[in-house]
């Protein structure tokens, strides 16, 4: 018997009794986190004290309905009633795992870190409220859409290689955010990248169908196509947004990271594989078709070396698949259609000669590493120094 109908079927006395003491708990926790959420923070942190206490207050209405709405009451329409328990616990559980720690941790490190992205948003003209920064993250940077909250390693804020990666981050808002206009075109040449990319894999397995080959290559396709729609194009056009807004420091930095905590550079899932990011590879072989768009051919080319010298260390390479799953001629469409996308919503586009404190520090902080990397990390200090004053005056 499913665990649904079980619950079909159980009398009322168990199920109301197990409802009208769980509910009440969960509702005393609710009202617990909202007492939690602290008062008088910084302004940054105004929007997502509401989301929180916004969202906690949804949840207990919820709740609320499960012990007084009638239809509840029903015997049928138990399923529905744990279905909801369920939903308003999940709720509840990301808020208190995901934004109240954020709220709660707003000291000194993240003044700095929200500054920066402060300065950011600034410097480039990006059309949106900016999320709220925390080094709450136990993995890497990601972005929570719902909270406007963008968490970051705990000690990011003190040094520069990977802060290119808040670049991507503000991306994901452009293309998750409903009913904005100012945005639009941006999703917009997202959908038509998603066309693209769809006519492509229906080609491709068309072309199986008609050689009539192993089976296996058309799930390979179905699968890769699949993945691109659910997540890589979203990967790839942060990517890219990051590439037009800032420049090489992207490109270096996703090096960096590939080099630290990357795999298999060329890794395509194949039977029971999943990823839900694109291989490092093909992200860098789109990040350099946008650098060359935007006036960066030469640094492009250094940066290709420094990337292939990598790769032969790593002691990786493609094969057949990889080229199969991400053509190059695709992802240079792909740089294509975000460029327009990314001018479109009026962010100013980074070029050689573009001067801004944020964007030349992280520039000129991988021209460091490179030229001199036994002396960088005496560098890097004083750079970050010089950074977090100039965005506590001008911020």
Not at 76 to 84: A, E, V
């Amino acid at each position: 018997m499913s665990r649904l109908a079980l619950w079909q079927g159980c009398g009322n006395k168990f199920v109301d009794d197990y409802f009208q003491g769980a509910v009440r708990q969960l509702m005393e926790r609710g009202q617990l986190l909202i007492s939690l959420i602290p008062t008088g923070l910084p302004r940054e942190f105004h929007l997502l004290q509401k989301i929180c206490n916004d969202k906690l207050v949804g949840v207990l209405q919820d709740l609320q309905e499960l012990l007084t709405k009638v239809d509840f009451t029903l015997p049928k329409n138990q399923p529905q009633r744990l279905r909801q328990f369920k939903r308003a616990i999940r709720e509840m559980d990301r808020v208190e795992m995901i934004g109240i720690p954020a709220l709660e941790r707003s000291k000194d490190s993240d003044r700095h870190l929200n500054r920066y992205v402060e300065r950011i948003r600034k410097e480039i003209n990006y059309p949106l409220l900016p999320p709220v920064v925390t080094p709450l993250s136990q993995s890497y940077f990601q972005t929570f859409i719902d909270f406007s909250l963008m968490r970051v390693p705990f000690s990011e804020g003190s040094f520069l290689l990977h802060l290119p990666d808040m670049y991507h981050e503000l991306a994901h808002p452009l293309l998750l955010t409903k009913f904005e206009t100012r945005i639009k075109p941006f999703a917009t040449a997202f959908l038509e990248t998603l066309n693209i990319v769809t006519r492509y894999f229906d080609k491709e397995l068309d072309k199986e169908r008609r050689r009539q080959g192993p089976e296996l290559f058309t799930f390979y396709l179905t699968q890769w196509r699949k993945y691109w729609e659910i997540n890589w194009n979203i990967e790839f056009f942060c990517d890219l947004f990051a590439v037009y807004t800032l420049g090489p420091a992207f490109a270096w930095s996703h090096l960096h990271l590939s080099a630290t905590r990357g795999e298999d550079p060329f890794n395509v899932p194949t039977l029971g594989g999943y990823s839900s990011h694109p291989a490092d590879g093909a992200r860098m072989t789109a990040i350099l078709h946008g650098l060359k768009l935007i006036g960066f051919s030469s640094k492009a080319s250094e940066i290709e070396t420094r990337w292939n010298d990598f790769v032969a260390v790593s002691g990786s390479r493609a094969e057949p698949e990889f080229g199969r799953c991400f053509p190059s001629d695709l992802l240079e469409q792909i740089a294509v259609k975000s460029l327009e996308g990314t001018r479109g919503i009026g962010v100013r586009i980074v070029e050689p000669a573009t001067q801004d404190i944020f964007h030349d520090t992280l520039n000129r902080a991988w021209d460091q590493f490179w030229s001199n990397p036994a002396g960088y990390v005496g560098w890097e200090k004083k750079a970050v120094e010089r950074l977090r004053q100039d965005c506590a005056n001008n911020c």
